[in-house]
């Protein structure tokens, strides 16, 4: 696997795969790689010629600073793990290699970067906006890669490509679970023994939720059942559950909306998760 921790360097390896009329698939990250990465450069190995996968912890999009201080970077496992895949090339790069001192980036996503995660989080999406720009316009893949699980996230980007005319193709990748249904994430390690357990209980609301759905239960009835089964897990504080409209996030209807989806958020005292299913 290269490394390239400039962008000078990275260009010139994408330049050579360019003139080898090489497709490039592409895989941003935080770090933290678990098999739910490992599965989107297998994916993105399976579907390219070279397979770019970026590791950078990105300041901006963080609004709580101890959670960008506690984020996980186990370094050394990662590029192991990379390895182990078959990644091609890791993009590593420093905060100054991807930001000016002072900068400001300005774009409005509109309602879908303020609501749920957006409203908790405020910024957030601004900054998730403003760095795949900066990793889309540099490295010019044709498809890029990311998990369901960061499903706002996902809308998001496809916004953003969107909006800049951007060429490359936006691949959403079904949640990787762990055995007891929770959704892998960067973030599961910071749960203790017996959060962790508590944890998989999300996935089994989500489950529950589905079925009643799909018996026809009134919506009201599966929004608070999920609710008071969420609220039940102990020391959690529910933050949002919502049945919304994958297409606009908006809560769902069906006199308006196509396939919907239900979205949780919530926090356990060391960490926040997030989770989602789709309900069709
Ligand atoms: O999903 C993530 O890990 C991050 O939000 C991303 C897309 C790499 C941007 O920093």
New binding site residues.
């Given amino acids: 696997m290269k490394i390239c921790k400039t962008k000078k360097e990275l260009s010139a390896v994408l330049a050579l795969a360019k003139t080898n009329k090489q497709s490039i698939g592409f895989v ?3 770090g933290a790689i678990h098999t739910g990465h490992t599965s989107l450069i297998t994916k993105s190995k399976s579907e390219n010629d070279l397979v770019v996968c ?1 590791i ?1 912890v ?1 300041p901006t ?1 963080f609004n709580d600073p101890s959670d960008l201080i506690k984020y996980p970077r186990p370094i050394a496992n990662d590029m192991q793990l990379l390895e182990s895949v078959n990644c091609d090339v890791l993009f590593l790069p420093e905060i100054s290699e991807m930001y000016s001192p002072g900068e400001i980036w300005e774009h409005s996503f509109g309602e879908i970067e303020l609501c749920w995660e957006g409203a908790i989080r405020p910024g957030h999406f601004k ?2 906006g403003q ?2 720009y900066k990793l889309l316009s540099l490295i010019q893949p044709d498809k890029a890669y ?2 369901q699980k ?1 499903f706002q ?1 996902t809308i998001v ?1 496809k916004q953003l490509v969107k909006d800049f005319q951007l060429l490359t193709e936006i691949v959403v990748c079904p949640i990787l679970r762990a055995s007891d249904g929770l959704a892998l994430s ?1 973030r599961n390690i910071r749960l203790n023994e017996l959060e962790r357990v508590d944890a998989a209980k999300i996935y089994n609301v989500l489950s529950d939720c589905k079925s009643q759905f799909l018996q026809q239960e009134a919506i009201s009835t599966i929004q608070l059942t999920a609710e008071n089964a969420l609220k039940s897990i102990p020391n959690v504080q529910l933050e949002y559950f919502a049945i919304v409209a994958q297409e606009d996030l908006k809560i769902w209807d069906s006199t308006k909306h196509m396939a919907p989806i239900a979205i949780v958020a919530l926090r356990f005292p060391s960490v926040r998760l997030i989770d989602n299913m789709v309900l069709e």
């Fill in positions: 941003p990250t935080m970026s950078f990105n999009q900054g998730v760095i795949v990311f998990g960061d996230q980007v960067s």
